[in-house]
T-cell receptor, first 110, second 115 residues
């Protein structure tokens, strides 16, 4: 069974731009969660989608948004990028007892 | 979800058992203990979870004290590839689709396996 895939793997943007990251969950998984990882703050929960509905949201500004499609694939969008948004963005999918993480998208904002 | 406390770092000799402790003194009766690990530059990897009984799988064993206020993850024969940050997380489990994918990660324990 294929694992969680994330695209792109690496991305460089400049301040003020927006970015869209994509996550394809493991086949059959309906829950997709997004996390941001930075050296200073560690792993922080962004939001979770289940059956196309946002079920949980972390403590991030409204510039961070996401959505989930009927095939469970998910995208997250960050608008008006700031330098502090440079991070590894991780997506996880699951049955509901364990989460399986993708390799992440490393975003650098210049 | 209850807070967990882990030592920031530990060393272990290759081939020996690695015992990683976690304190969760405020754990509630319906909270499970989960362990994940993150090898450098990769996404976290699920290892094991349990409620109150000891659990074992192909990766590790989880020992939970009788009062459930602490637990230990045991890697029976550590290899260099087990060098990683290990996260202990407690989380409420709900039945059916009521459970969520939200995990609250702390700083974890950096395990260094040495030859």
């Amino acid at each position: 069974k294929a694992g969680v895939t994330q695209t792109p793997r690496y991305l460089i943007k400049t301040r003020g731009q927006q970015v869209t990251l994509s996550c394809s969950p493991i086949s059959g998984h309906r829950s997709v969660s997004w996390y941001q990882q930075t050296p200073g703050q560690g792993l922080q929960f962004l939001f979770e989608y289940f059956s196309e509905t946002q079920r949980n949201k972390g403590n991030f500004p409204g510039r961070f948004s996401g959505r989930q499609f009927s095939n469970s694939r998910s995208e997250m969008n960050v608008s008006t990028l700031e330098l502090g948004d440079s991070a590894l963005y991780l997506c996880a999918s699951g049955p509901l007892d364990a989460q399986y993480f993708g390799p992440g998208t490393r975003l650098l904002v210049l | 979800d209850a807070k967990t406390t882990q030592p920031p770092s530990m060393d272990c000799a290759e081939g020996r058992a690695a015992n990683l402790p976690c304190n969760h003194s405020t754990i509630s009766g319906n909270e499970y203990v989960y362990w994940y690990r993150q090898i450098h530059s990769q996404g976290p990897q699920y290892i094991i979870h349990g409620l109150k009984n000891n659990e074992t799988n192909e990766m590790a064993s989880l020992i939970i004290t009788e009062d459930r206020k602490s637990s230990t993850l045991i890697l029976p024969h550590a290899t260099l590839r087990d060098t990683a940050v290990y996260y202990c997380i407690v989380r409420v489990e709900k039945s059916g689709s009521g459970n969520t994918g939200k995990l609250i990660f702390g700083q974890g324990t950096t395990l260094q396996v040495k030859p």
